[in-house]
Every structure is written in structure tokens, then in C-alpha cells.
């Protein structure tokens, strides 16, 4: 059946254990937006390699990651839910694609630019599939005709690349690719850190205070949301402003987003509140959150046969999607397809 609502991308890298910013960020859309898009979740597996860190159980990591996604509530019966490594069609794309990029491009991406640094203060040597890794991201995109790619700030910079691309390429080809739209919300597309309110909530952390893991214990994640750094200001006064703010405007964000409220209902409500206060709200609304959706978690995530089927059915749905891209490109571009 060929479906008349707009197609929708959306994946994450299993690098490691998911954040409350992974969540706020995308994934908390994603049970609401199966009723209006034709969605393919996509666990992006091939990218988690570009950090090489062999602390990480892949494996497990992974299956951890679509238990969440289903937690989350999405739906295989509405969506198609799959590993990226299980379509080699990414990977010939991507590789087409490197074809259209510029080195100069890349160069310019601020993601990079952040791990690059992190790398060189560990005295890490940085692999080229880092610096290429936004290209990848394109193919994953463009190989469905997605329209919109719900992503947090930090990745709005690699959506504009895949559009960039993707009309260079269609200046010389005819209209081949779709340009995707990102769908980023006003409020908490980027969680930051806990004890440093200026930079992005992230898996890989070395400081394990700064986040929010979706599997921390509930007393560890009370104590976390406890040691958040607020701030100086007398009388304490709960209000919305990111530069003034940084701290108390990050709860702000992560109560609204678990609470379903919108930030101004919050701040009238928080009127007159300390700061201490404040943290035991959130803590308590973060608590009753992450029981819920660990309950939820661990039921799916016992069941690795039926993980299992699941993405065994993306992965024939998605192969059939993406083989049609594909099969056109190769045309486009003189190559000759094998059926
Ligand atoms: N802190 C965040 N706030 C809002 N959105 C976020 N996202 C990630 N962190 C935040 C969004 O989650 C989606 C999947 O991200 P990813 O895990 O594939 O890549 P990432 O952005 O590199 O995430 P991390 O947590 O920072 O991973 P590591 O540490 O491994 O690099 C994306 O849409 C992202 O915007």
C-alpha cells in the first residue's frame, strides 16, 4: 500500500547508554508523530563506530536502544523500525555522496569541531569516518525521500549539510532526492549538562553527574538533579532566560518536557519557590518518569526474540524503500543496476 503521509527519519547512534537529552530531544515526539507521518526509526549502529570505544558492549547496546525506542512507544505495526547496518544500502549511498561533498563543508561542522577537541585533549588520534560521519547522516535521509528529520539543535547543522548536498546533486541529475526539513522544538532541542549548564547533555561524558542516563537508579538520578548547578542570584527567583540562566532554564526545560507543561504555566506555578525547592520538584516528577519508562524498558527488553523479529522486518521493508533510491541513482549516474 503506498502511504499518503509526508515520510519522517529519525535515528540514534547506540554509542552508549541513552541520555534524558536523547529523549527530550527526539525520541519523546516520536509515539505522536506516527499518526501523521510514514515513520522509519532507525537505530544507527555503523555511526557508533566512529568513536571506537571498547568499553562499549555494541551488541548490547543496541538492543538496548530499540528496547527504548519501543518503551517510548513506538509502534512496528505503524512504523518501520530498523538496524542501519542490517540496509547496505546506506553505506553505497554514502559512499556516492562523499562524491558530492566538500572537504571544506565538513570542515565546518560544529559537532565535529566539539569531539575533535575532546579527541586532541586525550591525545586521541581522530578517525576520518568522525570528520565523514554527517555524510552518512545525508544518505540515511536522503535514501527515503524524507521529509522531515526530527533531530535536537545539535545535529540542525548536519540536516542543512544533507540539503546541501542533496540539491547539488539534483542540479546536475533532475530531481532525485527529496529535501528533508529538520521539525526542532522551541524548547529542550538541547539539554545541557547538569553541572555545566553551557554544554550539551551527552552519552559520552566523562563526568557521569552531568547527565541523566534514561537507565540510572532512581536514587542516583535524584542525587543529580539535587547537585545541579543553578545559580547566584538574591532573592532566588525561578524565571526563563538561557544566558542569564543557564542552569535553573535546563530544569525549566526538562520539567516541561516530562510534565507535558508548557515553561510559562511552570513558572507561574514555581512562583515564590527556592531553589532547592525547585530541584525536589523536578527530581520527584524526573523519578516517577524514569520508573515508568524502565518498567516499561525491561518488559520489552527480556524478550530478545521478538527485538529480534522486529528488526528483521524493518530491515526487509527498509531494504525495499531504500533499494528504489538506489536503483534510481545508479541510472542517473551511468552505473548499471544488477536487476
Ligand atoms: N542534550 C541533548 N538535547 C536534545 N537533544 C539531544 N540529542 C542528543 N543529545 C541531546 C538528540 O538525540 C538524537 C540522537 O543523538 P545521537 O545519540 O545519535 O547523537 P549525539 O547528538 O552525538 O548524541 P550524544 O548523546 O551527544 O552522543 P555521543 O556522546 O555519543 O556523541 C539527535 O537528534 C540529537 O540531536
Avoid at 258 to 284: H, P, R
Wanted: glycine share 4%.
Amino acid at each position: 500500500m503506498i502511504s499518503s503521509k509526508p515520510i519522517l527519519f529519525s535515528a540514534i547512534q547506540p554509542s552508549g547508554n541513552l541520555t534524558l537529552g536523547n529523549y527530550i530531544g527526539t525520541m519523546r515526539h516520536w509515539s505522536d508523530m506516527q499518526n501523521n507521518y510514514d515513520c522509519l526509526y532507525c537505530i544507527a549502529d555503523l555511526h557508533a563506530l566512529t568513536i571506537q570505544e571498547k568499553k562499549i558492549n555494541l551488541k548490547k547496546s543496541i538492543l538496548d536502544t530499540l528496547s527504548f525506542y519501543l518503551a517510548c512507544g513506538v509502534d512496528p505495526n505503524k512504523s518501520t523500525i530498523f538496524i542501519q547496518s542490517h540496509v547496505y544500502q546506506h553505506g553505497q549511498l554514502n559512499w556516492i555522496l562523499n562524491c558530492f561533498s566538500q572537504f571544506s563543508e565538513l570542515l565546518r561542522m560544529t559537532q565535529f569541531k566539539i569531539k575533535r577537541k575532546i579527541e586532541k585533549k586525550c591525545a586521541k588520534k581522530t578517525n576520518v569516518a568522525l570528520f565523514n560521519y554527517p555524510i552518512l547522516m545525508a544518505a540515511d535521509i536522503l535514501l527515503y525521500q524524507t521529509n522531515f528529520v526530527p533531530v535536537g539543535r545539535d545535529q540542525k547543522q548536519h540536516v542543512e549539510l544533507t540539503r546541501n548536498i542533496a540539491n547539488r546533486f539534483n542540479s546536475l541529475y533532475g530531481n532525485i532526492f527529496t529535501l528533508p526539513e529538520p521539525l526542532i522544538t522551541q524548547y529542550g532541542s538541547k539539554i545541557m549538562s547538569l553541572l555545566e549548564p553551557n554544554k550539551k547533555m551527552s552519552k559520552s561524558d566523562f563526568n557521569k553527574n552531568n547527565v541523566i542516563f534514561l537507565l540510572d537508579d532512581i536514587p542516583t538520578a535524584i542525587l543529580k538533579i539535587k547537585h545541579a548547578i543553578t545559580d547566584s542570584e538574591m532573592p532566588s527567583k525561578i524565571y526563563y532566560n538561557i544566558e542569564k540562566k543557564p542552569g535553573i532554564s535546563n530544569l525549566l526545560e526538562i520539567l516541561s518536557a516530562i510534565t507535558n507543561k508548557n515553561i510559562n504555566v511552570l513558572i507561574k506555578e514555581l512562583e515564590g519557590i527556592m531553589y532547592s525547592e525547585f530541584k525536589n520538584i523536578v527530581a520527584d516528577y524526573l523519578s516517577k518518569f524514569l520508573s515508568k519508562l524502565q518498567k516499561s524498558y525491561h518488559n520489552y527488553r527480556y524478550d530478545e526474540s521478538y527485538l529480534k523479529k522486529i528488526v528483521y522486518e524493518g530491515a526487509i521493508q527498509s531494504q525495499l524503500k531504500s533499494e528504489k533510491t538506489l536503483k534510481n541513482i545508479y541510472d542517473k549516474l551511468g552505473l548499471i543496476p544488477l536487476f
